[in-house]
């Protein structure tokens, strides 16, 4: 039986946008980072990148939503840092930024990688942007190429 992915395969023309907040900047910078570097050894030039920052993790989906106002923005990666403190106010935050997320890409038919931390403490944050658990930028910018892969295989 046949499999169709988008690990391999050209990606379509256009901008990516990077979206990312300015709040805990240098879990998000290093995130940035990462997904630059992925971005550009995929193929995507520097000209194609469009770096947006925001205030915070709050303001990610209406960032995303202000780029794919653009016909020639392909795809988006989303970053952010929300670190668990002595309220609730975390899980608002990330379960409203992810399911956001979810349905701009369902409904724009536009892929958005994933880079929000849902963190417990700052420790855990670093581990995630570089250190020993990986870069989630990077992946989020690996998940948001392979989707726009497969989107041009299904099409």
């Known amino acids: 039986m046949p499999t169709i992915d988008g ?3 050209s990606l379509p023309s256009g901008r990516v946008a990077i979206i990312a907040s300015r709040y805990n ?3 998000c910078d290093a995130m940035v980072e990462g997904s630059i570097r992925t971005l550009k050894e995929a193929g995507v030039s520097e000209d194609h990148l469009w770096i947006i920052r925001v205030p915070g993790a709050w303001e ?5 939503e202000q780029a794919f106002q653009h016909p020639n ?3 988006a990666v989303a970053l952010g840092c929300v670190i668990r403190g002595e309220t609730t106010h975390d899980e608002h935050i990330n379960r409203a930024v ?11 038919g536009r892929p958005v990688g994933f880079g929000l931390l ?3 403490n700052v420790e855990q944050a670093i581990q995630r942007s ?10 989020a910018a690996e ?5 726009l892969r497969l989107q041009a295989k299904m099409r």
């Not at 997320?101 to 369902?106: A, F, N, R, S, Y």
């Open 25 to 27: 900047a240098n879990i």
């Open 98 to 108: 992810s399911d956001t997320l979810m349905e701009q890409t369902v409904r724009t």
């Open 73 to 75: 923005v392909v795809g």
């Open 7 to 9: 690990t391999t395969g």
């Open 118 to 120: 849902t963190c417990n």
């Open 130 to 139: 570089g250190g020993t658990v990986g870069n989630k930028g990077e992946e």
């Open 143 to 147: 998940a948001m190429l392979e989707m």
């Open 60 to 64: 990610l989906c209406w960032a995303v």
